[in-house]
């Protein structure tokens, strides 16, 4: 049974969401928004809207936007969108790409680039296992941990490298994330149901 690797899909600005395939999104704090960019405002709307070709063209715009204003951490920003945009569409290696440009513009020295750098390399570690380098992929998990600033979104980065050593058939490694996952996670939350059913299927492959 093939688990399955979770995105978490957010924005310093504007957003943060948690999806597998289908985007949720939540305004969190409308001062932060960028009012003065205006393919940004336009790239965020599409995005609501779920025009995601059209949120792609505007992200594009907007990261050159920031970029010539020399913000890096908002043109950051836009690349990482796209290239969730990218892996969604399954064009995993343009994803990888443009995620890489992301990170070049993101400092592991500055606190406030580390909650994007973490997201972005878990972004990393889920379109390079979407063309099946696994070993590469768990990499980037492990960075996507290390950099981490919100235990829930650690948690999650940990689950999607137990995911990817678990399709490496490394089920007893996978299997220590899902116990410790499972022992850290509130039996009131949505994300609980997932964890038990990961520990349980992952075990299942130990004892055959």
């Not at 995993?92 to 500055?110: G, M, V």
């Not at 063309?131 to 960075?143: K, R």
Request: charged residues 25%; hydrophobic residues 40%.
């Amino acid at each position: 049974m093939r688990f399955q690797i979770i995105t978490l899909l957010f924005s310093i600005i504007l957003f943060f969401g948690c999806h597998s395939k289908s985007p949720q999104f939540a305004e969190i704090d409308a001062e932060l928004t960028v009012d003065s960019n205006s393919n940004f405002s336009k790239a965020n709307s599409f995005l609501e809207l779920g025009m995601n070709d059209s949120s792609f063209v505007y992200f594009d715009l907007a990261s050159d936007d920031f970029i010539q204003a020399g913000d890096s951490l908002h043109a950051a920003i836009c690349l990482i969108q796209m290239a969730i945009t990218l892996s969604e569409e399954a064009d995993y290696y343009a994803a990888q790409e443009t995620s890489l440009e992301a990170d070049k513009l993101l400092d592991t020295a500055n606190k406030a680039h580390l909650d994007l750098l973490s997201f972005n390399y878990n972004s990393l570690g889920n379109a390079i296992s979407g063309y099946g380098d696994n070993e590469a992929a768990i990499f980037y998990y492990d960075l996507a941990v290390k950099y981490a600033v919100n235990k829930d979104h650690a948690q999650t980065y940990k689950n999607n490298k137990a995911v990817t050593l678990f399709e490496a058939k490394r089920f007893k490694e996978a299997f220590l994330i899902h116990k410790e996952n499972l022992k850290s996670a509130d039996k009131k939350d949505k994300n609980y149901a997932r964890c038990l059913s990961n520990y349980a299927n992952t075990r299942w492959r130990i004892d055959e």
